[in-house]
């Protein structure tokens, strides 16, 4: 057995010899697009993967191999490169809201230290399109700053998945969906693999905790030389971290077996490979494989969506070592009377965000909706702060809402009706003062004291809304608390 294996893992490796060359494209000056080759060194390790082997067919497509870049700045030399792929679902897609929830408080040099590649994994190029608009509408500064990435795959790259062997009791479509993905995770782990020091594996419908980065480059700082795989997620090949240098080899791997076995038991086979004894027993085995394969807790990504990518799936997996804590924040806000005239969702009431127990959120406002908090005595309030949207819905934000106080004083209130400001601040026709408004999401702020003591504190929205809203954190800072 062991001579055996001896000869034919070198001849497997033999088989890695001839260089690929990737090509991006570009947008031109009359928004068509050109080719050009990406220089990147000959003896590159990712050269060495051998795609023709184990594609044969792609021998007869020139350019099978080169990724349609949709748009993309290019941007080389960074940290950490994230690989989303993302496909076509029978129901609801998720894509954006995993964008927001990656992109959710990363400051500004984080956002230049690392990549975000969408690999849309499809050959419909009306679909391609449309999902292209949609990243470049809703995030147009990440876009063109060079955060985000947007590839596809030529028609071609596929090779025919009509009539694949059945094989560990699966169905047919389940065979050929498992087949399709190993191939679009080599093919985005191959356009990845130069960009960056280290590849972080996710899906595209999942979500983050705000200070990701943070946490994973902390993780990988602590770990020895020798690992080869992080675990930010217990599921699937979700938030799963490798070090570039090493993605040719993984890549080899998949494109040998990719048509046997899904993607994670392909990652486990090949830690049995490097590391596992087959005179030893399993204990063993597991014990040198979590050498290379090392998991950390909590868990920094959750998977959100319901409907699989495999037509008819129906998936509600969730790791339960995700950090549920960071969906709001507690705060100790004086008493007071909750009112609103939006619509709320469930058993997510303004009171619970009030005490901190759990998230308000009403389906989407429209203009003249209000929120309302009104203390049971007046206050000398000193500053607040309301977050809409969380990590779970970062995109349920309040939008084009001002935040406004009612003084105590009634004769004040009289004159800011008659005069209609006071303090550099506008008036309502009913003798609120707008103080500040929502901006991406957060209203925050002090309040002048010549205001004196407060009756009550209004969130007004102005115009309608597209999406629901979110309150995830609620603070009023008084003199007394």
């Given amino acids: 057995m062991r001579l055996r294996l001896g000869q034919v893992l070198p001849a497997l490796c033999l088989c890695a010899a001839f260089p690929l060359l990737w090509y991006a494209a570009w947008p031109g000056s009359r928004g068509d697009m050109k080719w050009k080759e990406l ?9 060495l993967t051998n795609v023709y082997y184990y594609l044969p067919h792609l021998r007869e497509y020139e350019d099978a191999i080169f990724p349609n870049v949709i748009f993309g700045q290019q941007r080389t030399g960074v940290s950490l490169v994230m690989g989303i792929p993302t496909v076509k679902r029978e129901k609801q897609n998720y894509l954006i809201d995993t964008l927001h929830s990656l992109l959710y ?5 984080q956002k230049k230290d690392c990549i975000i590649i969408i690999f849309i994994a499809e050959v419909d190029v009306e679909y391609i399109k449309r999902v292209s608009e949609s990243v470049k509408t809703s995030f147009p500064r990440e876009v063109q700053s060079g955060v985000l990435e947007v590839i596809s795959p030529p028609a071609s790259y596929y090779p025919d998945l009509s009539n694949l062997k059945k094989t560990l009791g699966d169905s047919e479509d389940r065979v050929r969906w498992r087949t399709k993905q190993n191939l679009d995770y080599s093919f985005l782990m191959l356009y990845a693999q130069p960009k960056g020091t280290f590849y972080l594996q996710l899906e595209d419908d999942i979500i983050a905790i705000p200070d990701y980065i943070e946490s994973i480059k902390s993780f990988a700082a602590q770990q020895s030389q020798d690992w080869m795989v992080l ?12 070090k570039s240098e090493d993605l040719p080899l993984i890549v080899e791997f998949f494109l040998m077996f990719y048509k046997d076995k899904p993607i994670d038991w392909l990652i486990d086979h090949l830690l049995w490979v490097k590391v596992c004894n087959p005179e030893k027993d399993s204990t063993h085995c597991e014990k040198e494989k979590s050498k ?9 990504f959750q998977h959100m969506g319901v ?4 037509a008819g799936k129906i998936q509600n997996l969730k790791d339960k070592d995700f950090r549920k804590n960071l969906l709001l924040k507690a705060h100790n806000n004086p008493p007071a009377k909750l009112d609103t005239s939006l619509r709320i969702y469930h058993q997510y009431t303004l009171e619970k965000v009030y005490k901190g127990q759990d998230c308000f959120w009403a389906s989407a406002p429209v203009a003249g909706d209000y929120i309302r908090f009104t203390f049971l005595n007046p206050l000398e309030v000193e500053k607040y702060l309301f977050r809409s949207g969380n990590v779970e819905h970062p995109g349920d934000k309040l939008f084009n809402t001002t935040v406004e106080v009612l003084p ?3 004769m004040l209130i009289k004159e800011l009706v008659d005069n209609g400001s006071k303090f ?3 008036a309502t026709k009913d003798g609120y003062l707008k103080i500040g408004a929502f901006e991406n999401g957060i209203a925050e702020g002090s309040i002048n004291r010549s205001i004196g003591r407060i009756q009550a504190i209004r969130l007004s929205v102005s115009s309608d809304s597209p999406v629901w809203a979110i309150l995830s954190e609620v603070l009023i800072k008084t003199s007394e608390n």
């Fill in 39 to 47: 220089n990147f060194p000959s003896k590159l390790p990712m050269h």
């Fill in 105 to 109: 408080k990363l400051s500004e040099e």
């Fill in 231 to 242: 675990e930010f997620s217990q599921l699937g090949f979700i938030g799963k971290l490798f």
């Fill in 292 to 300: 290379l394969r090392i998991r950390a807790k909590p868990s920094l």
């Fill in 307 to 310: 409907y699989s990518s495999l």
């Fill in 408 to 410: 105590a004083d009634e």
């Fill in 424 to 426: 550099n601040y506008p």
